[in-house]
């Protein structure tokens, strides 16, 4: 009797253990049941997107904020790919990614590939060029060899001003690409978005800027078209949009530029 009693202590020891260690793995593994979402971006556009090098690889700026935020709320873990931002739709309708925060503005031609959120920042474009340069409106580019980064809406901006200007664009992957280019004299001037060109403004003395008419559209998530996930991120930005912290990301990374 005493020996059956042992072996069933030992046996109910053994129980209590194999639960607590069930509870604690479900406890620790809590996160990795969630699904994960995959954002697509262009890492080049601060303080949209970029990576800081002199702090890590990991990339930041408002659009990682925005998204860390949304796919918080909603319970999803999220996963950020780096690509060019010319390849961001296709990716999008790829599967490759699940959503795009890029800076991305919702203009009607994107529109007819695939869904867009609420708009959460409405932008401008920005004539850069070097110090001195002379260049102080869209009329002032005539004859010049103007930059602009490919698949963005400056590209589009740029092509429709060369109907009436006579201009030539050229699209370049990355934005830095493109600064290069005007400092080593291949452009004239270079179409940007205008918070991004005044934090290259800030770092390159001998660049100068001017600010034309306000861009087309404002920026939005993209999702893919008939996305059930839309109308979960637009609660979930709206719900943002109306307490304030969209606009206090956005403050935070302005001021840090």
């Not at 637009?234 to 935070?252: C, H, V």
Request: aromatic share 6%; net charge negative.
């Amino acid at each position: 009797m005493k020996k059956q009693w042992i072996l069933l202590s030992a046996l109910l020891v053994l129980i209590a253990g194999f639960l607590a260690a069930c509870g604690s793995s479900e406890e620790a593994g809590g996160d990795n049941d969630k699904k994960t979402l995959v954002m697509g971006t262009s890492a080049d556009y601060p303080p949209f997107e970029y990576i800081d090098t002199a702090q890590g690889e990991e990339i930041i700026g408002i659009d990682a904020d925005i998204a860390k935020a949304v796919t918080e709320k909603l319970g999803y873990n999220l996963e950020i790919k780096d690509m060019d931002f010319g390849g961001l739709i296709q990716a999008l309708n790829s599967e490759q990614v699940d959503f795009v925060a890029s800076a991305m503005s919702a203009t009607d031609e994107r529109k007819e590939n695939v869904d867009f959120t609420e708009i959460y920042y409405t932008s401008k474009h920005m004539i850069i060029s070097k110090e001195g340069s002379g260049i102080e409106t869209a009329e002032d580019l005539e004859g010049k060899t103007v930059g602009v980064q490919l698949g963005s809406i400056q590209e589009t901006k740029a092509n429709d001003l060369a109907e009436g200007i006579d201009m030539k664009v050229e699209s370049r992957n990355r934005i830095p690409e493109i600064i290069q280019e005007i400092k080593a004299g291949r452009f004239e001037a270079a179409i940007i978005e205008d918070t991004v060109a005044q934090g290259f403004l800030e770092k390159e003395k001998d660049l100068a800027g001017v600010t034309i008419e306000d861009a087309d559209g404002g920026y939005a998530i993209a999702l893919p078209k008939g996305s059930e996930l839309t109308e979960e991120f637009n609660k979930a930005l709206q719900e943002m949009i109306d307490n304030g912290e969209i606009e206090d990301i956005i403050t935070k990374w302005f001021s840090e530029q």
